[in-house]
C-alpha cells in the first residue's frame, strides 16, 4: 500500500491521552482515539477512565475498577493503546489539568495531546484552568461529518488566540454511539452488540450492569 497519505514524521514524540468516564467504553471512544493516533503520529494513546467525571452529576458511575476493567479489555486487541488508573488512584474531582501535569513528568519532553468528542470541547469554558491546559497540552476535538464547527469556533473565542491554537478538530466516521444509550439498552434488553468490543458486552452481562 503506498504512504502517499500518512501524515509526516513529527519533530517531537507524542502522546494521546483519552479521558472518559467509559461508562461502559465503546467504539465511538476507540474510533476517535484511533483516527487522532493516525492523524497526529502518536506513538501511543493512554486511555484514562475518570475516577469523579467533574461535570457527570449522575450518582449510579459504576465502580471505578468495573470501568477500568471494561477499559483495558476494549484496548487490548491495539499495540497502541494502553490504560492509566492515575485519575482512579487520585483522591477528589478528575481534574484533566492535573492529569496531564503528572503526564507531562512521566513523558518529559514529548507533546501531550488530549483527545476528547466535540460535544465535550464545547464546555470547555467550564474545564478547571483551561488556559493553564491549553498551555499544557493539545487538544483533539473529534467531530462527525456535519458538526457545526461554528459553533465551536464561537465558544472558543472567549479564549485567548493562543490557546485556541493549541486546539484541533478531526473528522471521525458519524458514529451515534454513547454510553448512555447502551446503559439504556441493557436495562431494556435491547442489543448492544456491535456497538462496542464483544469482551465488554460479556463484562457487561457476567456482571450484571446497568440492569436497573
Ligand atoms: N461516539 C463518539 N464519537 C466520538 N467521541 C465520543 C463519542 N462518544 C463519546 N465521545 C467522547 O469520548 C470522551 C469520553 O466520553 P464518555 O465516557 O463520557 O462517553 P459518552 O458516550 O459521552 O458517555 P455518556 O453517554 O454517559 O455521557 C468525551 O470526550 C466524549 O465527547
Ligand atoms: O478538568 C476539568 O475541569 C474537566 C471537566 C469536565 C470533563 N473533564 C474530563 O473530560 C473527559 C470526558 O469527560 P466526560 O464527563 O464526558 O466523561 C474526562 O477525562 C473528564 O475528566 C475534565
Not at 18 to 42: I, K, N, S
Not at 79 to 108: N, Q
Not at 204 to 211: C, G, R, S
Request: charged share 25%; glycine share 6%.
Amino acid at each position: 500500500m503506498s504512504d502517499i497519505n500518512k501524515p509526516a514524521q513529527p519533530e517531537k514524540r507524542r502522546i494521546g491521552l483519552m479521558g472518559g468516564t467509559f461508562d461502559p467504553v465503546h467504539h465511538g471512544h476507540l474510533v476517535a482515539a484511533e483516527e487522532a493516533r493516525y492523524q497526529f503520529g502518536m506513538e501511543k494513546v493512554i486511555f484514562i477512565p475518570a475516577g469523579k467525571p467533574p461535570h457527570k452529576t449522575r450518582q449510579d458511575i459504576s465502580p471505578p475498577e468495573h470501568r477500568l476493567e471494561m477499559t483495558r479489555l476494549a484496548v487490548s486487541s491495539n499495540p497502541h493503546f494502553t490504560i492509566s488508573d492515575l485519575e482512579m488512584k487520585r483522591e477528589g474531582l478528575s481534574y484533566t489539568i492535573d492529569t496531564v501535569r503528572a503526564m507531562k513528568k512521566v513523558y518529559a519532553g514529548w507533546e501531550i495531546f488530549f483527545i476528547t468528542g466535540s460535544d465535550a470541547v464545547l464546555e470547555i469554558l467550564t474545564w478547571k484552568n483551561v488556559e493553564g491546559l491549553l498551555q499544557e497540552c493539545f487538544f483533539i476535538a473529534a467531530t462527525r461529518p456535519g458538526f457545526n464547527l461554528e459553533a465551536l469556533g464561537h465558544k472558543l473565542s472567549h479564549l485567548s488566540r493562543e490557546a485556541v491554537a493549541k486546539i484541533k478538530t478531526i473528522e471521525v466516521p458519524a458514529l451515534a454511539i454513547s454510553s448512555t444509550d447502551i446503559r439504556h439498552r441493557v436495562r431494556e434488553g435491547r442489543p448492544i452488540k456491535y456497538l462496542l468490543p464483544e469482551a465488554v458486552e460479556k463484562f457487561i452481562y457476567q456482571n450484571k450492569l446497568y440492569q436497573i
